[in-house]
């Protein structure tokens, strides 16, 4: 997979045209973190390797240069314990975020923060649990928000087509919940060469996973499965694997030898084949029953080809007939089709969105998404705590220690954020 990294994400969305009183992409821009920033001095440096302009194929671009992200001031409105630091400009690589052709990126420091990871064209290296960074957000809890998300994002490129009525019967099933002593939970990841900057990461966050839900929930019996996606064999000929599958396990040591011996690999283009990933998911050994709760995580930098976009919508009918609730996690380099798809997979499914942020300081910049408010944490604690409220049956506040950050202005204690026109909305 070959795409931009995205310094200013937060800049480039669609207009909700009077949809919402602020608007997802009014509300998306005011929210760039410090290292989210499109000229901060905790922005990542850019790689060559163009992604294309909102409604055209990425694969069609042409690469930009890259270059290293300027010095600026630190703003945004936002409460910060540093983010990353500036990168250094990444030439030639034709590769992206993988770092197989370009040089390192230097670290620099962040006002008021600690040193930034390595730039966009870096090489990776092992990755370990706790130093991921992610936010999350609810679109049921907001629904109305989703509405005027969904009207600004009418007619985008690749929708997999799902109906007003589908998205109102999703969210009047939303808040039907219970606590279950079972949990199958199945890790979809995309393993394309794209996802190298964090996929070590990712591997070392989920093989972990398993033993911080047994220390919370010490009688919970619990399975995981993965499934592993590359591209499609007519756009990506080379892949070796278009998907791979390891049915469940109640062996915490075999799932997480499993996905620690995975390695991120060709796709060729920017999209790839998440329809050819998830459509695997229903094949899965699911236990049935109603002490049974279900997760999926799908994680993924890069959104399906627009070409299957009806394919993409069966393979998320499959999953949801399963009774698996989808936790998408998007990466670095998440574009508005992929973000779309994520958001609306989750709500329908009766999930939540995850999304990695700069914090860390790793991997290539990350799209800050169209939402009001949200809390950073580590990825670890919000995997942990999704676990945990499938097992629980109820909604589980973060630990106001484990809060890193907060992107507007949201009220920790009543779980809100209120702007100035007075609109409220739900952060948990």
Known sequence: ????????????????????????AAVAAQNAGPAEEANGAGGEGSSSGGRGSSGSDPSAATSPPGGAASGGDLSGGDTSVGGAGTSGGSSGGSSGKSGTSGSSGSSGVAEGGSSGG?????????????????????????YDFFKAYLAAHAGIPGDPGFSTRDYDAAHSASARRSAHQVIDAAVVIDTTGSMADELSYLQAE?????????????????????????????????????????????DPGVFSNEILAQTADNGGDYPEAPDLGLAQVPG?????????????FWV?????????????????????ETGARLYPVSGSGTDELLEFTMRTAAQL??????????????GGAHKVPEIPCFFVEKLEKALVRVASMELSGAYLAPDPSDIIRTVGDPDLQAGTCTYQDGETFRVF
């Open 1 to 24: 997979m070959r795409k931009t990294i995205l310094i200013a994400a937060a800049f480039g969305f669609l207009s909700c045209g009077g949809a919402h009183p602020r608007g997802p």
């Open 118 to 142: 390595a730039g966009a064209g870096g090489a990776s290296g092992g990755g370990q649990a706790g130093l991921l960074t992610a936010g999350l957000w609810d679109d049921n809890l907001n």
């Open 206 to 250: 989920f093989a972990n996973i398993t033993q911080e839900i047994a220390a919370a929930f010490p009688n919970a019996d619990q399975r995981w499965a993965l499934v592993c996606y590359r591209d499609r064999p007519d756009t990506d000929p080379g892949d070796e694997y278009v998907t791979r599958v390891f049915d469940f396990t109640a």
């Open 284 to 296: 899965l050994s699911w236990r049935t029953g109603s002490d049974v709760g279900k997760i999926v």
């Open 300 to 320: 993924a930098d890069a959104p399906q080809h627009t070409a299957h976009a009806a394919d993409m919508k069966a393979s998320l009918q499959g999953v949801f």
């Open 349 to 362: 499914s009766g999930g939540r969105y995850l999304f990695l942020t700069d914090d860390s300081g790793i």
